[in-house]
């Protein structure tokens, strides 16, 4: 059966492990100027129905370093699902590529595209998750604390794809993941009910973000209004003011907290930029893990085809 990465719980605990020991071999060869290229003669369709920095440079760039050819596509050309279904569109695509990546708005669509398609779909962000950024994330808590294990984590903000892709985590590695957000900004409840029933971690939400700061290894935020939401900001920020990421917040966690934000941020918003910029930011870091991360991620999902 075709692996996909459409959640981040397609992957078991063990597989986000050999993700993380992978990604970091990949790292280590690109600053040696040694990597290999095991993607030779595989091509790749990015279908993007969202803007995007991060996500499209670093799978570009990526799958190049490895030897495979990207190839952007945008709904000016597909139009996915209304110059054709979505059915047709993933029986095409099966037969020039060997991986569809998307990025859309319905995260139905996306498990659509799956359903018909017989090379991997990976979910390059959802309105439901983001699976390849919470890759990237807790690959840069393991290189910046030698483990992605029982790290107290604390999400500030808006209940979005983050929030839930950070839930998804928790259901596979044991944290204790605290969600300090507005009870009208809350994140999926499915996947918050999910999280708590599984019982591998602990989950913790609240409306009290100082209690919530308090002792953490991690520090998480996001915008708080996602894309495709912006005209929300105004009601958005009015609701999420006192979760603002500031150095007040940042007092409250352990000194050698790791402040953590899948960018782009708005600053002066969700984030001051003495925190952005501070000594505990490892913001750029996430960013540039980005491609490590899905380099793994690519990989793993390819060998066993
Ligand atoms: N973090 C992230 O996905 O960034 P982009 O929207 O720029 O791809
Ligand atoms: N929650 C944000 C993440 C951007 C990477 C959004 O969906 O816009």
């Known amino acids: 059966m075709t692996k996909d990465l459409l959640q981040l719980t397609d992957f078991s605990s063990e597989e986000i492990h050999r993700c993380m ?14 990597f290999r290229k095991p993607l030779a003669d595989k091509a790749f369709a990015m279908i993007f129905h969202k803007p995007s920095l991060r996500t499209r440079m670093s799978f570009e760039v990526g799958i190049a370093q490895l030897g495979g050819t990207p190839m952007f596509v945008t709904d000016a050309e597909i139009s996915l699902g209304k110059r054709e279904s979505v059915h047709d569109v993933a029986k095409v695509l099966s037969r020039y590529v060997d991986g569809i990546l998307i990025r859309t708005f319905s995260h139905a669509q996306v498990e659509e595209l799956a359903e018909h398609a017989s090379v991997p779909v990976v979910n390059m962000l959802t309105d439901l998750t983001h699976p390849c950024q919470v890759m990237a994330d807790i690959f840069t808590v393991y290189e910046k604390k030698g483990t992605i294990e029982n790290q107290v984590v604390t999400y500030l903000g808006d209940g979005n794809n983050m929030t839930n892709s950070w839930l998804n985590l928790a259901r596979r590695i044991p944290m204790e993941l605290r969600i300090a957000t507005n009870p009208n900004t809350m994140p999926d409840p499915g996947l918050l ?3 708590r029933e599984e019982g591998l971690s602990k989950i913790v939400v609240t409306d009290d973000p100082r209690e919530a ?6 520090l998480y935020t996001d915008v708080w209004a996602s894309m495709g939401q912006k005209d929300q900001a105004g009601s958005k920020a009015d609701l999420l003011q006192r979760f603002q990421l500031n150095q007040d ?16 941020a708005e600053r002066g918003r969700e984030i001051t930029d003495e925190v952005m910029d501070g000594p505990n930011s490892v913001v750029f870091d996430e960013a540039e893990n980005r491609m490590h991360a899905q380099k793994g991620i690519l990989c793993m999902l390819l060998e066993n085809r």
Do not use: F, I, N, Y
Request: net charge negative; proline share 3%; with cysteine.
């Open 213 to 218: 700061c308090k002792g953490s290894d991690v």
């Open 193 to 195: 009910q999910a999280a």
């Open 249 to 264: 917040l940042l007092s409250m966690a352990k000194d050698d907290c790791l402040v953590m934000h899948c960018l782009p």
């Open 21 to 34: 020991s992978l990604s970091a071999e990949m790292k280590a060869e690109v600053k040696s100027g040694t």
